[in-house]
C-alpha cells in the first residue's frame, strides 16, 4: 500500500489523466454505434476503459486521504482477516503518560520514530557490530534532513563522507543525495538529506551499522575486574519520540553471561548512571534472554521509551576458565572422532 502511495504521489497528474482519457473512451464508446457484429468487443472496450476509470480515480482519491486510509487499514481490515477484533489493549498509567508525551513530542520535533531497532553483536576481540534499524514517520510537512549519534569512537573526521555500505536504504522512490559527518568537543552526528522531502504521515525506512574497536566491551568476569566495572553494559539514549523501542545484544555461546547475571535499568543520563525509579518500575518486565541456535539473545522491547532517559542493558561475562571450558567442549562436540572420521575417510593429526 505504501508503494502504490509513493508511485501515484509522484504520478498525480498523469493519473489525473489517466483517467480522463478512459472515462471519455469509455463513455463515448457507450453511445456511439458500432455494428451490430461488433457489440460484443464494444461491451469490451466499455467495461476495460470504465474499469480503468474507476481504479485510476480510487487511487487519486487514496493518495489524498492515505494518512486515515492505512491507520483504517491497520487497525480494522487486519483485524478482520486474522478472524479477530481485538478490544483495545489495558495500559497502564505509566504507559499512558508515556503515550501522551510521545504524542506531543511528535508534533515538537516534526518526527518520530514508529519502530526503533538497536541490535548489538559481542565478537571474541571484544569489539562489537551495532546496527540501527529506523522506521520515521513525519508529523510536520517537508521533512528533508535527519542527523543521528555516532557511536563508534575512531569516526571519520569533520566533512568525510560515512560509507554507502554502513548506510542501507529501504524506502523506495527516495535518495540520499549526502551524508556528512559533523564533530564538535561532545558529539559524533552524520546529517542525513532526506529527498523528496517528508510529508505528514510519510515514513522512511533505512539501517546504520557502525562497528566499535577491539577491547571495547569486556568479555570475561577477569577483564571486568581490571576495568573496576562491576558489569558490562549496552546503552542507548533516547533523543527523540518513538513508539517502539528494541535493544538486543548478541552474545556467543561461549561468550553468553548466565541467565541471573543479566538485567535491566534506565538512567536519568549515561554519565549520572541513577536509575529513574518510575520508568524503571515500567520496563523491568519487558526483558527477555533466550538462546537462538548457537547464540544467545537478550532483549529490552517496548513502547514509548521516554524523551531524554538512557535504556540500559547490563551483564557480567562469564568467567576466563568458565569460557575455555565451554570452547574445548565445544570443539570437541564439533570434531569427529577418531572411529566416526575412520567411517568418513578422514584422518585426524594428533
Do not use: C
Amino acid at each position: 500500500m505504501n508503494l502504490l502511495s509513493q508511485i501515484f504521489q509522484r504520478l498525480r497528474v498523469l493519473s489525473v489523466f489517466l483517467a480522463l482519457v478512459s472515462g471519455t473512451i469509455a463513455v463515448i464508446n457507450a453511445f456511439i454505434a458500432w455494428p451490430p457484429q461488433l457489440n460484443l468487443l464494444k461491451m469490451v472496450v466499455v467495461i476495460i476503459f470504465g474499469t480503468l476509470f474507476f481504479v485510476f480515480v480510487f487511487l487519486i482519491v487514496y493518495d489524498i486521504t492515505r494518512p486515515r486510509v492505512e491507520e483504517f487499514i491497520r487497525s480494522r481490515i487486519g483485524e478482520f482477516i486474522s478472524g479477530t477484533i481485538e478490544k483495545p489493549p489495558v495500559i497502564k498509567e505509566e504507559e499512558r503518560r508515556a503515550k501522551k508525551a510521545y504524542d506531543a513530542n511528535s508534533i515538537l520535533y516534526g518526527l518520530a520514530y514508529e519502530d526503533l531497532v538497536v541490535h548489538g553483536t559481542l565478537h571474541d576481540d571484544g569489539s562489537m557490530t551495532i546496527g540501527r534499524e529506523i522506521k520515521l514517520r513525519a508529523y510536520l510537512p517537508n521533512i528533508s534532513s535527519i542527523d543521528h549519534y555516532l557511536i563508534a569512537p575512531e569516526a571519520p573526521k569533520t566533512g568525510d563522507l560515512i560509507e554507502t555500505k554502513n548506510l542501507i536504504f529501504k524506502s523506495p522512490f527516495r535518495t540520499l543525495p549526502w551524508k556528512e559527518i559533523t564533530r564538535t568537543p561532545n558529539r559524533i552526528s552524520i546529517l542525513i538529506s532526506i529527498f523528496p522531502a517528508l510529508k505528514v504521515g510519510e515514513t522512511l525506512a533505512y539501517e546504520l551499522r557502525e562497528k566499535i574497536p577491539m577491547n571495547a566491551m569486556a568479555t570475561t568476569l577477569e577483564k571486568l575486574k581490571e576495568h573496576n566495572m562491576d558489569y558490562e553494559s549496552f546503552e542507548w539514549d533516547i533523543g527523540r519520540p518513538a513508539k517502539n523501542l528494541s535493544l538486543n545484544v548478541w552474545f556467543p555461546e561461549h561468550l553468553a553471561p548466565t541467565s541471573g547475571n543479566v538485567g535491566v535499568d534506565v538512567w536519568y543520563s549515561p554519565d549520572s548512571r541513577l536509575t529513574h525509579e518510575e520508568e524503571y518500575r515500567r520496563i523491568e518486565k519487558h526483558h527477555l534472554y533466550v538462546k537462538e541456535g548457537t547464540q544467545w539473545r537478550f532483549e529490552l522491547s517496548l513502547p514509548y521509551p521516554v524523551v531524554g532517559l538512557t535504556y540500559v542493558l547490563k551483564w557480567v561475562p562469564p568467567p576466563q576458565q568458565g569460557r575455555q571450558l565451554l570452547m574445548e567442549t565445544m570443539d570437541r562436540h564439533n570434531t569427529p572422532s577418531k572411529s566416526r572420521a575412520r567411517r568418513e575417510g578422514k584422518t585426524n593429526h594428533v
